[in-house]
């Protein structure tokens, strides 16, 4: 078993925390977080032990009622693999305490890619990580782009991309983030971060990423260009993706016309907390127009990254292969929701390898 500790229980992290105990391999000894609130009364009720991330403050706990297991040292000292998912910035500051304690860690997207040995997507670069200490699972849009994009780089190489990200202000709890009323160019500049966070795990890759924010909590949406190195037919290109199984199509006669029903239907499917840890992609978008693809999808932002922690997790200190690991994560959470719909094609050729 895997002994693996979360530094940092909010929207990811509570996430994850809950989907390792999914996991055949691997055994949660606990989360860390600073304050006494709903989110560590939550985490009591599950069962999890909780240590204090920030000693000084380790009494609050105890005015609150709440035990504590002790500081965030023993968690990191009992466990192979930390998971931090602290607030950005504060998981490269923290990488001292996991490195005095030998403990593997994995770091969030919003950390510096240099503040670890690499960036990582399971489905891109699962077998690339070798004696990597500490990865760091890139943001959410990056993972949803990065999906995509690799199993078309690989079979049809990319000679560019271009993709317009129209982002959420917030997550649903965020109270004081925004627009409210407004959309914004977010960057001004060309490319936003995006385009360079995809170059750590394709350096070579030709992209440019614009970013807009609008007054919205439930998902992201891309709208996607990628001009191929060679002419695809549009009913290749969505076979190939289609057996991609953290790529969910979203049938056209689904009528899922915006990202209200779709969180409405992971909901309705019994998600846990709506989740879609797919990229989501409208079918009837995939476009082909000579070496030009065209398409829209959705990206769960507060989900997406949660099925790549549990496979970084196994690439740091497991001896599974990505396969096998992919295929223990998706199917121990139940990744793909295709099977809901009675007429998807792309059951035909699920769950082959492609490439
Ligand atoms: N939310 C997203 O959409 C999203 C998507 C992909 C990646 N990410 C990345 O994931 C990371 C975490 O983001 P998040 O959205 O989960 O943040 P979050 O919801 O704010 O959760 C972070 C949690 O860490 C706790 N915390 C604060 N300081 C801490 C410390 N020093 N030690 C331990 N715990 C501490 C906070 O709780 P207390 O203050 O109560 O301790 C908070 O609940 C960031 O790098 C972010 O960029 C976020």
Redesign the pocket.
């Given at each position: 078993m895997i002994r693996v500790g979360v530094?940092?229980?909010?929207?990811?992290?509570k996430r994850v925390a809950d989907a390792i105990c999914s996991q055949p391999d691997m055994k949660l000894v606990g989360v860390?977080?600073?304050?006494p609130?709903y989110?560590?009364e939550i985490a009591i009720r599950n069962g999890y032990d909780l240590y204090a991330?920030?000693p000084e403050h380790a009494d609050a706990f105890a005015e609150a009622g709440i035990d504590v297991a002790g500081p965030?040292d023993e968690l990191v000292a009992d466990s192979d693999v930390i998971v931090d998912?602290?607030?950005?910035g504060?998981?490269e500051r923290?990488c001292e305490l996991y490195e005095k304690h030998s403990t593997k860690a994995i770091?969030?997207?919003?950390?510096d890619a240099d503040a670890a040995d690499q960036s990582f997507v399971a489905r891109a670069n699962y077998d690339k990580v070798g004696d990597a200490d500490i990865l760091r699972?890139v943001?959410?849009n990056t993972?949803g782009l990065t999906r995509l994009l690799t199993p078309l780089e690989n079979r049809y190489g990319i000679e560019k991309a271009r993709v317009t990200l129209i982002r959420r202000g917030g997550?649903p709890?965020?109270i004081d983030r925004g627009p409210i009323n407004d959309i914004v160019p977010d960057p001004t500049e060309i490319p936003s971060h995006h385009g360079p966070d995809l170059n750590t795990i394709f350096p070579e890759m030709d992209i440019d990423t614009a970013g807009v924010k609008v007054p919205a909590t439930l998902m992201h949406l891309h709208s996607v260009n990628v001009t191929l190195e060679s002419e695809p037919r549009a009913r290749d290109v969505r076979e190939l993706l289609g057996r991609e199984s953290r790529l969910f199509f979203i049938p056209e006669q689904a009528g899922i016309e915006g990202l209200g029903p779709l969180k409405e239907f992971a909901r309705d499917a019994g998600r846990q907390r709506g989740d879609l840890w797919e990229n989501c992609l409208w079918e009837e978008s995939i476009t082909a127009e000579g070496r030009d693809l065209y398409l829209f999808q959705s990206i769960h932002?507060?989900a997406?990254?949660v099925p790549e922690n549990i496979d970084a997790i196994r690439a740091l200190a497991g001896d599974r292969t990505r396969e096998q690991s992919m295929q223990l994560t998706d199917r121990t959470l139940g990744v793909g929701l295709e099977s809901m719909f009675t007429d998807q094609k792309r059951r035909a050729v699920r769950p082959a390898a492609d490439d």
């Open positions: 530094n940092g229980y909010g929207t990811i992290g860390a977080k600073t304050r609130n989110e560590a991330a920030d965030v998912a602290t607030p950005s504060i998981g923290n770091l969030q997207g919003g950390e699972v943001s959410c993972t997550d709890g965020e932002q507060e997406d990254v």
